[in-house]
């Protein structure tokens, strides 16, 4: 089967580093994605990993070990507006995407 | 960046009607459009893949004479709930994808909320 893991939920304070770790079993594998939704919102993407190594995006940074199957997204500088839900997900083939259950983050002040 | 719209963005049926979701890529062309579900609190389940003028291809146990779903143009597919019942309500989003400066990128829509009651 396929399958995605990730921690059902992590919570932080304003202002520091969260790092949500994504372990992966897929019968194809062409890419790792991250994506954020807020309650009642769509998924918004945040990165793409198709290759090993740490992509930076501003406050977040994403990482992949396709050898390990494992990656993790970085939040950095935590804000109150970073409290959702983040899912990962793999691009198995055909642009087809399975996602994790997600993760919820919660940022106190 | 790219924008994909869906509508209606929630609606309310009655049990035994049909509902029809649209879901149109703004300023992009997609060959191929995906529809999930996804419950309060949960994951999102690929339900379909959609491709522009041939037959969707619906994953496992998901009922393809009760989600019909047509991608008529490269901008436009839609869902359709047929004889919908109150186990069907959920958070309908579809999503499209493009290659971008980051690779590979799936843009969902804002989703649709049904209700059957």
């Known amino acids: 089967g396929q399958s995605l893991e990730q921690p059902s939920e992590v919570t932080a304070v304003e202002g520091a580093i969260v790092q949500i770790n994504c372990t992966y079993q897929?019968?194809?594998?062409?890419?790792l994605s991250w994506y954020q939704q807020h309650d009642g919102g769509a998924p918004t993407f945040l990165s793409y990993?198709?290759?090993?190594g740490l992509e930076e995006t501003g406050r977040f940074s994403s990482f992949l070990s396709r050898s390990d199957s494992y990656g993790y997204l970085l939040l950095q500088e935590l804000q109150m507006k970073d409290s959702a839900s983040y899912f990962c997900?793999?691009?198995?083939?055909?642009?087809?995407?399975?996602f994790g259950a997600g993760t919820r983050l919660f940022v106190k002040a | 960046g790219a924008v994909v719209s869906q509508h209606p963005s929630w609606v309310i049926c009655k049990s035994g009607t049909s509902v029809k979701i649209e879901c149109r890529s703004l300023?992009?062309?997609?060959?191929?459009m995906f529809w999930y579900r996804q419950f309060p609190k949960q994951s999102l389940m690929l339900m379909a893949t959609?491709?522009?003028?041939?037959?969707?291809?619906?994953e496992q146990g998901v009922e393809k004479d009760k989600f019909l779903i047509n991608h008529a143009s490269l901008t436009l597919s839609t869902l359709t709930v047929t004889s919908a019942h109150p186990e069907d309500s959920s958070f309908y989003i579809c999503?499209?994808?493009?290659?971008?400066?980051?690779?590979?990128?799936?843009?969902f829509g804002p989703g649709t909320r049904l209700t059957v009651t």
């Open positions: 999503s499209a994808t493009q290659i971008g400066l980051a690779g590979y990128e799936q843009y």
């Open positions: 897929t019968s194809g594998f062409y890419g």
């Open positions: 990993n198709a290759l090993d």
């Open positions: 997900a793999v691009n198995t083939g055909g642009f087809k995407t399975i």
């Open positions: 300023d992009f062309q997609a060959t191929t």
């Open positions: 959609s491709n522009e003028g041939s037959k969707a291809t619906y």
